[in-house]
């Protein structure tokens, strides 16, 4: 069995923003909006990330978005981190992949860890994936049913969650579901740093916003969404 060890040279970061606007403070309407918001995100990541060793700032971002167009009152936002693995297809394979920043432990049984999708030497014909079990911190490789439901297959590897290390174990990967091969890692702050020998990047593929017309009160405070 080969071992890799993966340095996340680029640590991507996916971006879910809900944006409360008040209508009658703008010409513009929601669309508007969405895209004034996206491009004050990625001009924010072309200003401040990029380099080895940048630190991505949430409150910053979260301040930016805020002072986008001057009818958006609040938003709340979701910082997730993808860490992309290169597989070896067709030999079992040991994978530890250091993100360099703790990753959030949940106390329900929802995952901070999951992988792309793969199909696996075992399940040649089936999507095959990889999560964590946040109770114990084993990673566990599992397909899903034709009625959805999880089918967990075996346990592959474990996550130190302090240290921000994925350890996969004697993965035997024959294929990928769209080209690629990446973790989605929850972190346990927003603010991302990086070291000397990674950046950070705001994949604009993956942003998701969705702009909200305020119909209540003003009274919104920053919302930090795990």
Do not use: W
Not at 5 to 24: P, Q, W
Not at 84 to 113: K, Q
Not at 183 to 191: C, E, G, I, T
Not at 197 to 221: A, R, Y
Request: overall charge negative.
């Amino acid at each position: 069995t080969a071992v890799e060890i993966v340095d996340a040279s680029m640590i991507r970061l996916k971006l879910t923003s809900t944006v409360y606007y008040k209508k009658n403070s703008t010409t513009y309407n929601r669309s508007d909006i969405e895209n004034v918001v996206r491009a004050t995100i990625m001009n924010f990541g072309e200003q401040n990330l990029g380099n080895f060793g940048d630190m991505f700032r949430f409150s910053k971002l979260s301040a930016e978005i805020d002072r986008a167009d001057k009818s958006i009152l609040n938003n709340s936002t979701r910082v997730e981190l993808i860490v992309d693995v290169t597989p070896t297809f067709g030999l079992e394979e040991t994978y530890t992949v250091n993100i360099s920043n703790p990753i959030y432990r949940s106390e329900s049984p929802m995952e901070s860890v999951i992988s792309s999708g793969f199909y696996h030497h075992s399940l040649p014909n089936r999507v095959c994936y990889i999560d964590d079990d946040p109770t114990t911190g084993i990673l566990r490789l599992f397909t899903k049913s034709d009625t959805n439901e999880k089918i967990v297959l075996k346990s592959v590897g474990t996550v130190d969650y302090q240290t921000g290390t994925i350890t996969v174990q004697d993965l035997n990967i024959i294929s990928l579901v769209d080209g690629e091969f990446y973790f989605r890692v929850k972190p346990l702050s927003n603010d991302v740093s990086s070291s000397r020998s990674q950046f950070i990047k705001i994949d604009e593929k993956l942003m998701d916003i969705d702009v909200v017309e305020n119909s209540g009160s003003d009274n919104f405070s920053h919302v930090a969404i795990q």
